[in-house]
């Protein structure tokens, strides 16, 4: 089966320094633009990312400091990356939760503005979750009958879940439509409106706070009666995508 596409479909895959996303970086990013013809193009690339990696994640991927010391920054590949990203609607494997918010923020540091939110983004993770609960090794394994090798590698984990997702569009025909926008609302698990889930729209579509003591509390609401926790959290140890949004909403509220 060929994908239909209206713009090309990114999937990618990255690797990292650890699995917070307000302060680790990226070691490794692959990617394969799928174009609406059935073509597709890989690149890959290593980076320096300027801090330690964590033994824990070393034991993951097997990128050590020594193997990146002399590759580019992000910030020295940011903005040609930004540029071929460009008019690509973006897939991967648990990446609402973790890829997409870790590019965001590289992005957001290198003062290079792209922003996913105009994109339609497709979690294979959350298709395969809904359907049969299981992890990407077993994913590959269950839908493609193949073995994953060199997993968490970049490419291999790219490749694999471009291939899942090929295979589940297959098996569940009757349920799943070849189109990304219905793709993307399928796999989307939540109604957050940071990466981090910091901020969410409630059932009334309200903005409210997702954590700490202001839990399900509207965010116009606290901006009246609690302001410094606006800058508690823009001085805080929060994603910068977190307090990008705050800060609009913050500023559509000043507006009222």
């Known amino acids: 089966m060929q994908l239909s596409l209206k713009n090309p479909l990114l999937f990618f895959d990255i690797e990292s320094t650890g699995l917070n996303v307000a302060y680790d970086r990226i070691v490794e990013i692959s990617a394969v633009k799928v174009f609406p013809d059935g073509s597709h193009e890989v690149k890959t690339r290593r980076i320096n990312p300027t801090i330690p990696i964590s033994p824990e994640a070393q034991k993951v991927h097997g990128i050590s400091d020594e193997d990146v010391k002399d590759c580019p920054t ?7 990356l930004a540029q071929w990203m460009q008019g690509c609607d973006i897939a991967g494997y648990n990446s609402l939760k973790f890829d997409i918010p870790l590019l965001s923020e590289e992005f957001l540091r290198a003062g290079v503005d792209f922003d996913f939110r105009k994109r339609y983004l497709v979690d294979v993770q959350n298709i395969f979750h809904k359907m049969e609960q299981r992890t990407l090794a077993a994913a590959y394994k269950f839908y493609c009958k193949k073995d994953l090798e060199n997993a968490h590698s970049a490419e291999a984990d790219t490749m694999a879940t471009y291939e899942v997702l090929m295979s589940q569009l297959d098996m569940y025909k009757d349920t799943l439509q070849n189109d990304v926008k219905f793709l993307a609302d399928f796999s989307s698990k939540t109604r957050f409106l940071d990466y981090a889930g910091r901020i969410c729209l409630n059932d009334q579509d309200v903005p409210v706070f997702n954590f700490g003591k202001h839990k399900g509390v509207p965010v116009a609401t606290v901006f009246e009666k609690e302001p410094s926790y606006y800058t508690w959290i823009q001085e805080g140890q929060f994603t910068l995508d ?4 705050l800060s609009q909403l913050y500023v559509e509220f000043k507006k009222k």
């Open 74 to 80: 992000f910030s020295k590949i940011a903005k040609s």
């Open 242 to 245: 977190t307090k990008r949004v």
